[in-house]
Each structure stands twice: as C-alpha cells, then as structure tokens.
Antibody, heavy 123, light 103 residues
C-alpha cells in the first residue's frame, strides 16, 4: 500500500524558513517523480514543485522559484521542500504527491497524495 | 505556461442527474489531462488520467473525454457521495475547480 506522510509544517514568521519532509512507502521511490502541491485556505489547488525520480531534474512554479528548493533522498525514501523567505501568501496545506508513470516527470498526473501539512506564515 | 480554464465554477444538481464539467487548455496538451475529486478537509483523489482512463477502484459512472484543448468529466448519474469539488490538471497547472452542490 502506497503511503505518503508529510511532516514539518507549522507557524513561521514572514521571512522565515521551514523544511517539509515526506516519508514514502509501498512503492519503488526512486522510480517515480514526486511533487508538492499546496492549497491555501478556501482556495483551489496550486502546483508548487516537482522532482524526477533520480533527483536530477527539478521544476518550480514561478511563485516559489528562487525561494523554495525541492530535493529527495532515495536511500531514505524521503522527499523534502526547503522553504525560505516565506510570505503570508505561502500559507497553505502542502501535499506531497506521487507522479503517475515510471520515469515520468509528473506530466501524466498524480495517483497518490499525502494527508497534507499546514504551513502558516504570520507574525 | 499553459493555462487551464475549468467551468462551471459551481454546479447545482440532484441525485441521479447527469453532470458535465469542462476543462479547456490554452494550447494543445494531447491527452495529458487528469481529473480529481476533493472533499472538505481531505486530499484530492485521482479519478481519470490520460483524459479518459478510469483509475482503478473509481466507479464507472465517472468518465472523461477529449484531447487537444477541450476535455470533459462526466458523472452519468450523480450519487450522494459525489458532492465534492472537482479539479482538472495538466502537469504544472490545475483548473480553478468546480464545486458540485446539492440542488
């Protein structure tokens, strides 16, 4: 059974940093691209970032480019999102997500989602 | 960047109704479109991938069609469990969502 378990969310001041983690199990982690998708309170889904199975290719939404860094440790089956220079508009539930299709970049969609972790940016 | 325009934003329907949601891409995306269902406080759930492929375990009343720039999600006979918000996605872009409400 595929499981994705996010952690690391919480309250942070504007300008601060936070690192999210996502522990994956139930599939061959290194074979699949992974993504982060967020959802601000009462709003729709927003794709944030993706990383290839090997970690060699990364992709970012314009809204987070230069501030967020996605990475993965395939030996630990763990995905990360380092978030720096956080802004109030980054407040959202952040979902870890597994891409459809072996060796895709995520372009086919998402077949499994974590339960989400809430990040609140406020003074 | 590709833009995805989903309509309507809200849809009021009754149990047993046939419901159709549309998603339009700003440029051709072949068949690389997925549809999700999300209920309040829950993670999204994959319904359809590659525009028309039904995810395992999803009821057959859900179907997807389209290619290029225009896509539809159809629920053939709306059930009480189907009242939720639906999103289309093409890789880095989600549609704005369609909330299906009880009429």
């Amino acid at each position: 059974e595929v499981q994705l378990l996010e952690s690391g969310g919480g309250l942070v001041q504007p300008g601060g940093s936070l690192r999210l983690s996502c522990a994956a199990s139930g599939f061959t982690f290194s074979s699949y691209a992974m993504s982060w998708v967020r959802q601000a309170p009462g709003k729709g889904l927003e794709w944030v970032s993706a990383i290839s199975g090997s970690g060699g290719s990364t992709y970012y939404a314009d809204s987070v480019k230069g501030r967020f860094t996605i990475s993965r440790d395939n030996s630990k089956n763990t995905l990360y999102l380092q978030m720096n220079s956080l802004r109030a508009e980054d407040t959202a539930v952040y979902y870890c997500a597994k891409a459809i299709g072996i060796r895709s970049s995520g372009e086919y969609g998402i077949d499994y989602w974590g339960q989400g972790t809430l990040v609140t940016v406020s003074s | 960047d590709i833009q995805m325009t989903q309509s309507p934003s809200t849809l009021s329907a009754s149990v047993g109704d046939r419901v159709t949601i549309t998603c339009r891409a700003s440029q051709s995306i072949s068949s690389w479109l997925a549809w999700y269902q999300q209920k309040p406080g829950k993670a999204p759930k994959l319904l359809i991938y590659k525009a028309s492929s039904l995810e395992s375990g999803v009821p057959s009343r859900f179907s997807g069609s389209g290619s290029g720039t225009e896509f539809t999600l159809t629920i053939s006979s709306l059930q009480p469990d189907d009242f939720a918000t639906y999103y289309c996605q093409q890789w880095k872009t989600f549609g704005q969502g369609t909330k299906v409400e009880i009429k």
